[in-house]
């Protein structure tokens, strides 16, 4: 990869995007970037690609938009928005590390300026952990932004007084029984971290990652926009009408509030993905694998952190979506690679889909194909739906519920491709040496048991 032209490989990725992401692999209906900036009506995006050797590229394509628009570039700032949980998540752990905070310690020990409260007006035991994985079970709650000059503070958001658009923030289910995404989680976390250091959100931050992590274009202060000498990218609602002032207010910083730009994100993604290796200064390999660790039993969420740990498809990183604006930040640890991009558009996750699911295909782990041997066999997806895997001439046949037996296509990393239909097929080995069948279709995958016993 060292000797690898990164805008080259971007090239690559965005030049045959799929126009239909939602099959989970390419069809022959693909388009380019600009094409689909053209249809979904995304003024603009930028985008980043880079290695853990330190290698990154960046570009941007449209413009900013507003009355006074000027063309995207690699430094145009967009909001984060919930990409902002990842760095502040990141955050959290450099002061489990440091001794000021404790995973598993009662968030009461630490609050001191406002307390969690159920309906009842009683106080649940809930951890940093869990406000940190969202199964501390906090209210519901997805924070849309305010006008500048209507915006509350972040005490008046918890409580859900003044000009608050949002219920108050309380404890409504179990903690720690259950998965439940809410940002209310990470604005406890935001007053938490400023109640035990005594130092504004933004300060910290600032201070505590983006320095550090060298993310010179990135604030969680709502006026770095108004600050930058180069115009921020403004937001745009579905359908291209653009966002009153341009971007809303979020005090809801931890949740929702940082700016950043495309190489700022990935640097953050990559010092993780060098931290899990132990190659890291900032933050210890035990930290960085509980970022990536599911914190309930075959979830998807590990500590402030997206996870896709599949056969064929292992990442880590976070996507996002304010008023105004989408983007997403992955690492892909086999590869050593990371991509992030940002729109400045409500309409940008299909485009924002298709160059994930580019990067998917490019930069995932390859899984070795199984003998062919060892997969034939009859699999139950469910007890009226057989499908049956035989060997012929070398090739899988692949037959399912009466239908009529096809020769599947054999593709690297172990995959198979129905001929007829959007199908992918995986045979995954579990713990006691038989396989399962993976069946992949629009972007949901399904899993058959195999019903063969082997003599071994």
Known sequence: MKDVDLSQELALLLGELDRHVSSGRLS???????????????????IAVGHVSGQVWATGYGVTGGEVSTPVTAGTAFAACSISKHVAAFGVLLLVQDGVLDLDADIGEYLTSWQLLDRAGQRPRVTVRQLLAHTAGLSDTWYRGYAADRAPSLLQVLEGGGSTTTPPVRSTLLPGSRFRYSGSHYSVLQQLMVDVTGTPFEDL??????EPVAMADSSFDQQFPHRRPHPAARGHHGGGAGVPGGWRVQPEMAAAGLW???????????????AASGDSKLLSRDLATEMWSPQIPGGAHGLGTELADRAGCRRFGHTGQNVGYTCFSYVWPDSGTAVAAMTNSEDGWELLASIRAA??????????????????????????????????DGHLTFSAAGQQPVVLLAE??????????????????????????????????????????RND
Do not use: K
């Open 205 to 210: 931050m600032r201070s505590l990652v983006l």
């Open 412 to 453: 690297p990393g172990g995959r198979y491709l129905h001929p007829g239909l959007d199908l992918e097929v995986r045979f995954v080995q579990t713990d006691d040496q038989h396989h399962t069948l993976e069946l992949s279709q629009e972007g949901v995958t399904q899993t058959a048991s195999n019903l063969t016993v």
């Open 359 to 392: 990067a998917d295909r490019r930069y995932a782990t390859d899984v070795t194909a199984e003998p062919l041997g060892d997969v034939a066999g009859r699999y139950v997806l469910r007890d009226d739906y057989p499908i049956d895997i035989a060997v012929s």
């Open 28 to 46: 022959p209906d693909t388009a380019t970037l600009s094409d689909l900036m053209r249809v979904y009506q995304v003024p603009g995006v930028s």
């Open 260 to 274: 950043s730009t495309p190489t700022d994100l990935l640097r953050l993604d990559l010092e993780i993905a060098r």
